[in-house]
């Protein structure tokens, strides 16, 4: 297996035995069109996956409401029994209609159906980590989120979850959190050219929690960029893997999970881990945000 370090090295979140490489594998995009139903090649996900945790890749983020619950079914198929240093990371706090909508789904039950529903798609007696998915699609919404910390932090008391982490919070929302439970990782909207959470990310840092950006690459909007562009060029590489990279050198506590379907670009996303961007360069990306009045 692959050495962490050729994986941007790895992180230990405060407060838990997790080495995790850098470099993880989302697997949103092993469902259906629209994140809905199965995928046309259902084999060709099962390989994509065997080939992230053969290349090290030692964590994967998901959720039952991919697909819904396929994507985890998918998973418990090409992975289980699973590797002793494999941490899964779910999210709960959201479901889909039947109009392919994407719902929240927070009331206590929900939440508990949702941690069961996790437990049974994977086939696991405990979530390794669940993630708390509490605001809009990109930016948080205002307001207590202490009732749902509470419910997930009582079935981590049950021994149905070992850690907890927060999508989509506000630096308010994680002190509030913190008084109820330890938070070990959140996920939030991140990219080159989205940078609001700079502040957040060092502070986080500084407290020894990992910060995991969604849609590292834009998300539906692909980040578009002349400058991104110029220094992909220069470095020879991609700008996906230059948008990556930067990430990684962004801050030690930022680890990444880009997904795919294709084994040949999961390839390409983690080559990125072993691309160094020099100073200058750095420079020149962070005028990116700057740009786009980040």
């Avoid at 998901?62 to 002793?84: C, E, M, R, S, V």
């Avoid at 993630?131 to 307001?143: H, I, K, M």
């Avoid at 938070?183 to 957040?200: E, K, M, S, T």
């Avoid at 360069?281 to 945000?289: Q, T, Y």
Wanted: hydrophobic share 40%.
């Amino acid at each position: 297996m692959t050495k962490p370090k050729d994986l941007g090295g790895s992180f230990t979140p405060r407060g838990t035995t997790m080495s995790l490489s850098r470099m993880g594998y989302g697997a949103m995009q092993l469902a259906g069109p629209h994140v809905w139903g199965p995928p046309d090649d259902i084999d060709a996900a099962i390989s994509v996956l065997r080939e992230a945790v053969a290349a090290g890749v030692d964590h994967i983020d998901t959720a039952d409401f991919y697909g819904p619950h396929l994507t985890n079914q998918i998973i418990k198929q090409a992975l289980h029994p699973y590797p002793d240093d494999l941490t899964i990371i779910t999210k709960v706090g959201a479901r889909r209609g039947q109009d392919q909508s994407w719902l929240p789904a927070r009331s206590r039950q929900e939440l508990i159906d949702a941690v069961h529903d996790n437990l049974r798609n994977l086939a696991l007696d405990t979530l390794h980590v669940v993630n708390l998915r509490v605001g809009g699609f990109t930016a948080p919404t205002a307001g207590s989120i202490e009732e749902k910390v509470t419910v997930l932090a009582e079935l981590k008391q049950k021994g149905l979850i070992r850690h907890i982490g927060l999508s989509t919070v506000s630096a308010e929302q994680l002190a509030e959190a913190q008084t109820i439970t330890e938070i070990v990782c959140i996920q939030n909207f991140y990219n080159l050219a989205n940078r609001g959470d700079d502040g957040f990310i060092d502070e986080l840092a500084k407290q020894g929690i990992a910060y995991v950006p969604y849609f590292p690459l834009g998300g539906f909007s692909p980040l578009q960029s002349s400058t991104l562009d110029e220094v992909a060029s220069s470095l020879q590489v991609s700008p996906k893997q230059v948008a990556l990279a930067w990430l990684l050198q962004r801050s030690p506590n930022i680890l990444l999970i880009p997904g795919t379907s294709s084994v040949e670009h999961l390839r390409e996303n983690l080559k990125a881990a072993t691309i160094q961007i020099p100073p200058a360069m750095i420079a020149k990306l962070n005028s990116i945000a700057a740009v786009s009045g980040q």
